[in-house]
Structures are given as structure tokens and as C-alpha cells.
């Protein structure tokens, strides 16, 4: 199992960008998917964005298309998650994912530790 740390988030404004990025070790980075999930206080853990192994393709859920963008750097064994106007709704606890790529959290066996996002408004 590969492992994942998460860092980047904080206390933002809504409007304001935030940039999180997931270190992975101990894996062969480019054989695995990654994802993003978000977990709020009192809801369901929530599938954000994935990206396939090539970062050729990339999928987002529709509250973030257009404002997040998914990325990764295979030679950094590195996967970004950038966020733009944020929203006060999108605060949460932020999960790194290596696996299939899937909408369900169910199909990821790696997961990191989490960073907390929380937008004032």
C-alpha cells in the first residue's frame, strides 16, 4: 500500500485560492489513480475529483467544475488539488486516495490523514 500525507490546507476567505498536495511513498506512483474526497462535519464522506494514471483523464464532482482543478507530477510522485473561489460549503476535511479512480470511496484502499479547509465568509 502506497502511503499518502496531505498538506495545503487552512483558514481561507471565500473568493481566495488554495493550493493542497499529496506526497505518496512507498508505492509505484503512476500505477495508481488518484482522488480527492471531502468529508464535511455531519455528512458523508464525498468524492471531489480523480485523475487516471496518466493525467489524461480527469473528473470532478459538478459542485467544483470549474473552480478545482486535479493534477499530478509522477516524477514528484506528487498529486495536486487546486481550488479557486472557494465557497464557504466547501469546507471540510480533504482526503488524498490512490486506487481505481472511482467515485466510490469503497474502492480505494490508501487513503492519508486528512487536511482541514475552512472558508469564512
Known amino acids: 500500500q502506497v502511503q499518502l500525507v496531505e498538506s495545503g490546507g487552512g483558514l481561507v476567505q471565500a473568493g481566495d485560492s488554495l493550493r493542497l498536495s499529496c506526497a505518496a511513498s512507498g508505492g509505484t506512483f503512476s500505477s495508481y489513480a488518484m482522488g480527492w474526497f471531502r468529508q464535511a462535519p455531519g455528512k458523508e464522506r464525498e468524492f471531489v475529483a480523480s485523475?487516471?494514471?496518466?493525467?489524461?483523464?480527469?473528473r470532478y464532482t459538478d459542485s467544483v467544475k470549474g473552480r478545482f482543478t486535479i493534477s499530478r507530477d509522477n516524477a514528484k510522485s506528487t498529486v495536486y488539488l487546486q481550488m479557486g473561489s472557494l465557497k464557504p460549503e466547501d469546507t471540510a476535511v480533504y482526503y488524498c486516495?490512490?486506487?481505481?479512480?472511482?467515485?466510490?470511496?469503497?474502492?480505494?484502499?490508501?487513503w492519508g490523514q486528512g487536511t482541514q479547509v475552512t472558508v469564512a465568509s
Open positions: 486516495v490512490a486506487g481505481s479512480g472511482s467515485f466510490d470511496p469503497n474502492d480505494y484502499d490508501s
Open positions: 485523475i487516471s494514471r496518466s493525467g489524461a483523464i480527469r
